[in-house]
């Protein structure tokens, strides 16, 4: 038993927020009948774990972000921008480094016609994830929308830079480069 605790112990000095290794020294003390140290372990183990007794788990606050994100779609589907953008801003407040709820929210936003608001979403969106190509067509879309079609462009050709089998955008480009014609 000693060994164990000596491995948990470890396993926390590399990594103090390790709640799993802090739990089980905690059950390994106890065993140990050092009950004094099993409850300042568990102690820390939950300051760490929630350092504000007041705040959501994030476990919990990622799944109700979902949930809100899902619901979101559906209203989304049905043209019902309202009720979408009210779930997808529940998602954010929820869990706001989501680069998807960002985009669907920008998409709701655009379409509700509050085309600036929704320019914000989807950067935001790119500042979350560089990656997410759809934040970038998205964006581009926003712009072309606007008539800024070298913007649009340019979100596009940035897309295609971080994700060159983004079809989406690759579509776009060569329909402006048409119309251009």
Request: charged share 25%; hydrophobic share 40%; glycine share 4%.
């Amino acid at each position: 038993m000693m060994k164990a605790a000596e491995h948990f112990q470890k396993a926390l000095e590399l990594n103090p927020r390790y709640t799993e290794a802090s739990l089980n020294l905690a059950v390994t003390y106890n065993d140990l009948g050092e009950f004094k140290k099993a409850e300042e372990v568990f102690s820390l183990a939950a300051q760490i774990a929630r350092p504000d007794p007041d705040a959501i788990d994030p476990f919990i606050a990622g799944k109700l972000a979902n949930e809100h994100y899902r619901v979101g779609n559906i209203y989304l589907e049905f043209n019902m921008y309202e009720q979408a953008i009210e779930e997808y801003r529940k998602a954010i407040q929820l869990h706001p480094k989501l680069a998807d709820v960002h985009t669907k929210l920008g998409i709701a936003l655009r379409n509700k016609g509050e085309s600036e608001e929704a320019i914000v979403q989807f950067v935001k969106a790119k500042m979350i994830n560089p990656n997410y190509g759809s934040a970038w067509v998205q964006l581009g879309l926003s712009y072309y929308m606007a008539g800024h079609t070298g913007l649009a462009f340019e979100e596009w050709e940035k897309a295609l830079q971080f994700n060159p089998n983004l079809k989406e955008a690759e579509t776009y480009m060569k329909l402006l480069k048409k119309e251009e014609k």
